[in-house]
């Protein structure tokens, strides 16, 4: 454990973007940055040229003190942030890329890591591992490799076999699985309510298998499971999905983050109680696209809860060894 501070540790736990191309004049994200910062997501807002972006995680690299991630939502098809580099969408998306056979899939994930790599991204949030059961899903649909467990399975292995070679983090989204949702979670809180060993079966098996072949981090869903949830918490939030289902008898003991904390699915909680009861279901990372006041304060108010005994100290040093782990094991510790 390196010889930061409680709010050094805390600040680690956190993935956080800035408007536009430039962060210099964005006061919050900087004190973030003074604060040792965890992680960096980038938007098609902060990229607009190819040496641009060069040139801002090169910056970044300078303020960073001990390694941050640099993160990006780089799937393919709808959910591509390279846009204004390329003029538009420039490679397929999950469905129609896996449609085409898994050498074309590889071969497409080979062009984007090199790609990423170039820019000087070290994390994408991908593949997602939801299994399309629902053809009306606002959300997934072809951001899904298909509506069967074993196909999804199949392509997520190729993909993080390929990320892997060329040493990015990848993070499998969204746990417990968003595939049957009929609602999408930046508008909304989902209810899936489906029974337990229908979970199992179907949209838990891709994450399992996905923990097997080594996946370093994952990403749970703000969306409701009834089955696997008694008080009825979302995935992000809960100790029964993220402790008793996914450390425990999954087995997963990599980074689990949080999807974007600005999304409406999570805005039945004040940030600060999403984020105390997230910490303490086992979450160790938190993504919010803006840098704010209320980001900056969030620090300190948990700061003060692990003082008070809220939230034990011992969650956030294991979060930080587990933050750590995957930061010296792709080399991105200093």
């Known amino acids: ?40 997501i980038f938007f098609s807002h902060n990229i607009r040229s190819k040496e641009g972006f060069v040139n801002l995680i090169n910056a970044l690299k300078k303020k960073s003190r001990s390694g941050m ?25 999950a469905e129609y890329a896996y449609e085409k056979g898994l050498d ?40 899904a490799f ?15 076999k390929v990320y892997e070679k060329y040493s990015i983090v990848t993070v499998g989204k969204h746990f417990p699985g968003h595939g049957a949702s009929v609602e999408d979670s930046h508008k909304s809180l989902p209810v899936i ?13 891709p ?9 370093p981090a994952i990403m749970a869903a703000h969306v409701l499971y009834p089955s ?13 999905i993220i402790t008793d289902l996914l450390r425990n008898k999954l087995g997963f003991s990599g980074i689990v983050m949080t999807d974007d904390m600005e999304m409406n699915g999570i805005k039945g909680f004040s940030k600060l109680e999403a984020c105390t009861l997230a910490i303490n279901a086992g979450v160790d990372m938190f993504i919010f696209r803006n840098s704010t006041k209320e980001v900056l304060d969030l620090i ?3 700061e003060t809860l692990v003082k008070d005994g809220v939230i034990k100290e011992s969650s956030i040093n294991n979060s930080m060894q587990r933050i750590l782990k995957i930061k010296y094991r792709y080399r991105i510790a200093k």
Request: aromatic share 8%; no cysteine; charged share 25%.
């Open 1 to 40: 454990m390196p010889d930061l501070t409680l709010k050094e540790k805390i600040a680690q736990m956190f993935i956080a973007g800035f408007e536009g191309e430039d962060f210099s004049s964005d006061k919050y994200f900087n004190r973030l940055l003074e604060l040792n910062l965890g992680g960096v």
């Open 69 to 93: 991630f640099y993160s990006i939502d780089q799937e393919g098809g709808r959910v591509e942030r390279t846009e204004n580099i390329h003029g538009g969408k420039k490679y397929l998306s």
């Open 104 to 143: 074309f899939l590889e071969n497409q994930t080979e062009q984007i890591a090199q790609e990423l790599i170039s820019y000087g991204i070290n994390m994408n949030f991908a593949p997602v591992l939801d299994v399309n059961t629902n053809k009306n899903n606002p959300i997934i649909g072809e951001r």
């Open 146 to 160: 298909s509506d069967n467990p074993s196909e999804v399975i199949k392509a997520a292995k190729s993909v993080i």
């Open 193 to 205: 309510n489906l029974p337990e060993k229908i979970m199992e079966e179907i949209h838990i098996k």
């Open 207 to 215: 994450f399992e298998s996905a923990i097997k072949e080594g996946i």
């Open 228 to 240: 696997l949830e008694e008080k009825n918490y979302p995935a992000s939030v809960s100790k029964s």
């Open 300 to 302: 300190s108010d948990i």
